[in-house]
C-alpha cells in the first residue's frame, strides 16, 4: 500500500473491497488478516521517553492487551512490529536496522513520537540525529506527539490493524515494492541534511 | 533463611573458558539502550565494559544554540522520569545569576511537584526492578498507582511526562484549583497502598535472597566514583542536595534524609521504599500551605545572564543533578555543562559487579536505576 493511497479510514475499506480475487482467495485473506492483525506482537525496544508512554499503554489502565498486542517480546525474532519509541541517533541506526532485518516478515513498523518521525526537537543545528526513522527503515504508522499519549499508541496499533485487514496474499510483497526500499540493501544511505 | 549462592564468587580456582558478549544495546533489562560489553568466565562476570552514545542527543552542545527559557524543553529529555526537577536546576540558575527572588508560592508550587515526580519516578523503578527480577506483578501494580500522579500532573501542567512547566522566574501557569484536593486524596490512597508493595516484593524469600549481599558498594567507594542519590544513600553517603543545600520550599518542611549501611542491591532498594515514604511525608506538610501570590515574575523578554560561571544543583531522584553553565553575557550560554547523576552511577557498574553471576549484574543495573538519555545526553 502506497502512502498516497492512504486518504482516511474509508478509503481502507474502499481498498479492501476493491481487492478483486476470487471467492477462495477472498476468504483465506480475511482469515488470513483477521489473525495477523488481532496478535500483532511488539518488540520490547525504546531508546527514551516514548518508551516510558509505551510501557504505561501496555499496563493496567491502557491495557493494550485488549487490541490483541499481547506481549512484548524481547527477541525480534519472535515479534511482529517494531515500536520505534525515541530517538534515533547515528550510532544507533545500524543496530535498528539489524533489529529489522532479524524479524520474521510479515513485519510492520510504527514509528512513535516526533523524534522517530522527524528528529524532533533535535532537528536544528544538530549532528547526531536520523531526520526520520523512515531513512533507516519502512515506517507504516506515524503516531505524532512529544511523547504522545498511550491512547494515541492505541489508535495507532488499531490504524495498523486496519492496514494489514486491505493485505491480500495476491500482492503480498507490495509493501516492499511500492516503498521504493530494497530490504536487503545493508549499505545504508543516511541523508542527515 | 540461609545465604547460599548468592555471595561473591571465587573464580581463581575455575577452570572456564573466557568469552566475550554483548548485552545491548536492544535489551529489556538495561532499561533503554545501554549496552554492556561483559567478559565472562562461566557463568561469572569478570569485566563490565559499558559503552556509551547509543542515544547521544548532543544536548550540551544544542544548548549552546539556544536562549535560558528555551533550555527548558531539553532538559526535560535528559532524565524524563525526573524532567521537574531538572529544570528546576536551569530555572533556579538563571534566577540566582539574575538575582531575582520567585515568590513564595512558586516555592512551594516547585517542591509539591519535585516530590510528586520523585514518587512516581520511584513507583516505576520499582516496577522496572520486579520486573527485572521475574515479578510481572510489581509491573501491573506500580503502574496503576503511578497513573493517578499523571492525571494530577496533566490537570495542573496539560502533559504527563514531560512538563515543560518550570520557566526561569516562576511557572507556567497556575496550578489548578482541584489540584491540592486530589493531591490529598492522593497521598491518603497511596499511604494505604505502600504497604502492599511491601508484602509483594520486600518480604519474599527469593527476591531477598537475589538481592542480599549482591553487588556491595562500600561507602569510600560511594564517595570516590561520586555516586549520588538513594545509589549512593544506600551506602551511608549523606548526600541528599535537599538537606546539604536546601532549594525552593525545602528549607520549611522536616523531614529525614534516609540512609543505610550495608551498600548492597537491598539497601538502594530499601533507601527508594523509605523514600516514598518520606515524599509523602514532605507533601503533607506543604499542600495546606500554600500561599497566595502570582505565579511567576515578570522577566525581561531576552534573559541574559552576567559575565561569569554559574553551578546550581538539585537532587533529582535518581542523584545530584548539576548545571553548570558559563555565560559570556549574551543570551545564548557560552558553555552548558551537564552533572547527570545517572553517568557517576554508571561507572561504579564495574567495580560492584564483578565476580558476580550474570543474573546477579541484572539485578545490580536494576537497583541503580539507570536511565539511559540522562548518561549519553
Known sequence: ?193 | MEQTTTKREDISSIDYQEFVINMGPQHPSTHGVLRLMLKLKGEIVEVVQPHCGYIHRGIEKMCEHITYPQTIHLTDRLDYLSAHMNNEAVCLLVENALQIEVPERVKYIRTILDELTRLASHQLWWCAFGMDMGALTTFFYGLRDREKILDIFEKTTGSRLIQSFNVPGGLMNDIHKDFQKEVKEFIKYFRKILPEYDQLLTGNVIFQQRTKDIGILTKEDAINFGVTGPSGRGSGFSCDVRKIAPYSAYPYVKFEEKLQTKGDTFSRYMVRMHEMWESMNILEQLIDNIPEGTHAVKMKPIIKLPEGEYYQRVEASRGEFGVHVISDGNKTPYRFKLRSPNFMNLSVMHHISRNHKIADLIAISGSLDLVIPDIDR
Open chain 1, 1 to 193: 500500500m502506497k502512502k498516497t493511497d492512504f486518504k482516511d479510514n474509508e478509503s481502507l475499506d474502499e481498498l479492501q473491497a476493491k481487492n478483486e480475487n476470487n471467492f477462495f482467495l477472498t476468504t483465506v485473506d480475511s482469515l488470513i488478516n483477521w489473525g495477523r492483525s488481532n496478535s500483532i506482537w511488539p518488540l520490547t525496544f525504546a531508546t527514551s521517553c516514548c518508551g516510558i508512554e509505551m510501557m504505561a499503554a501496555g499496563a493496567s489502565r491502557h491495557d493494550f492487551a485488549r487490541f490483541g498486542v499481547e506481549v512484548y517480546r524481547a527477541s525480534p525474532r519472535q515479534a511482529d512490529v517494531i515500536v520505534v519509541a525515541g530517538t534515533i541517533v547515528n550510532k544507533m541506526a545500524p543496530v535498528l536496522k539489524r533489529l529489522y532485518d532479524q524479524m520474521a516478515d510479515p513485519k510492520y513498523v510504527i514509528a512513535m513520537g516526533a523524534c522517530a518521525i522527524s528528529g524532533g526537537p533535535f532537528y536544528y543545528n544538530t549532528y547526531h540525529v536520523i531526520k526520520g526513522v523512515e531513512h533507516v527503515i519502512p515506517v507504516d504508522v506515524y503516531i505524532p506527539g512529544c511523547p504522545p499519549r498511550p491512547e494515541a499508541l492505541l489508535y495507532g496499533i488499531m490504524q495498523l490493524q486496519r492496514k494489514i485487514q486491505t493485505e491480500t496474499l495476491k500482492n503480498k510483497y507490495a509493501k516492499e515494492d511500492n516503498s521504493g526500499y530494497n530490504q536487503y540493501d545493508l549499505k545504508m544511505d543516511i541523508k542527515n541534511d
